[in-house]
């Protein structure tokens, strides 16, 4: 699916980088969610009475990003016909992944060529969030260093990452600088799911499906992967019963 509709510029504000393009992924088979995915996949599974994908892509509208790339495998059909209505508001191309699912590295290096920026936000299809004082985008925009980052990554503190039964992902620095939780350990902060990149993060990848963790590990190693600390909501919607428990915070949030 392509639209030539010309996509809109996320408007920068003070320091703020400009954003004109997201990668959604959307080609997980959601194993976790069954039963709810024996039949739909999990994009489109309903939270709160809307799919997790809209609750996503309504986001990314809001911050005024216009242009989404969305990989499709699981289900792909349904997928590209729930977005065929969202021409009306936001240009859409499809990264096809039918033949093969090449995981979160090799899907986003197979849709750089529908990614014409450098720079560019990256959001799992299942990332749901709400805003606090600071809108998650705008602050992945002001603050992006361009000399210094391949990757920024919002994190949430493991203890405000409602429904995540983890022991955290990350630890990080003063300056933001992001390293790994050691294994049989505690860190403080879980990775959203939503993070700005450079096109520098994917250079020289393995071929065939692979993990983002590479790609980030590298950009650990050599000091280029940073974090950012959303100020709202966030929600690990994996699982039915994590779907409930998000329902029940949103509707006294």
């Known amino acids: 699916?392509?639209?030539?509709?010309?996509?809109?510029?996320?408007?920068?504000?003070?320091?703020?980088?400009?954003?004109?393009?997201?990668?959604?992924?959307?080609?997980?088979?959601?194993?976790?969610?069954?039963?709810?995915?024996?039949?739909?996949?999990?994009?489109?599974?309903?939270?709160?009475?809307?799919p997790l994908l809209d609750h996503a892509l309504d986001r990314l509208r809001s911050a005024g990003i216009g242009r989404v790339v969305v990989n499709v495998h699981y289900l792909a059909d349904t997928i590209e016909a729930h977005l065929t209505y969202r021409a009306a508001d936001m240009e859409v191309l499809i990264s096809d992944e039918?033949?093969?699912?090449?995981?979160?590295?090799g899907g986003l290096v197979h849709a750089l060529p529908l990614i014409e920026d450098d720079r560019f936000l990256v959001v799992n299809s299942d990332a749901l969030w709400v805003d606090g004082p600071v809108d998650a985008i705008g602050l992945l925009a002001r603050q992006w260093d361009e000399a210094a980052m391949d990757a920024l990554l919002l994190v949430v503190p493991l203890a405000r990452a409602n429904c995540h039964s983890g022991q955290g992902d990350f630890h990080m620095d003063s300056a933001g600088r992001l390293v790994r939780r050691r294994a049989g350990k505690v860190a403080p902060f879980v990775y959203t799911g939503i993070q700005l990149v450079s096109r520098r993060l994917c250079a020289d990848p393995p071929d065939g499906a692979f993990s983002a963790n590479l790609l980030w590990?590298?950009?650990?190693?050599?000091?280029?992967?940073?974090?950012?600390?959303?100020?709202?909501?966030?929600?690990?919607?994996g699982t039915p019963g994590a779907i409930r428990h998000a329902e029940a915070i949103l509707a006294h949030a």
């Open 1 to 50: 699916m392509s639209r030539s509709r010309k996509a809109l510029t996320l408007r920068p504000g003070h320091g703020a980088v400009d954003i004109r393009t997201a990668m959604v992924m959307a080609a997980g088979i959601g194993k976790r969610m069954r039963p709810l995915t024996a039949t739909r996949p999990k994009p489109l599974v309903e939270v709160a009475g809307k």
């Open 98 to 105: 039918r033949k093969h699912l090449l995981e979160t590295g």
């Open 217 to 237: 590990d590298r950009a650990i190693a050599a000091g280029r992967a940073y974090g950012v600390v959303h100020e709202g909501l966030w929600f690990d919607v």
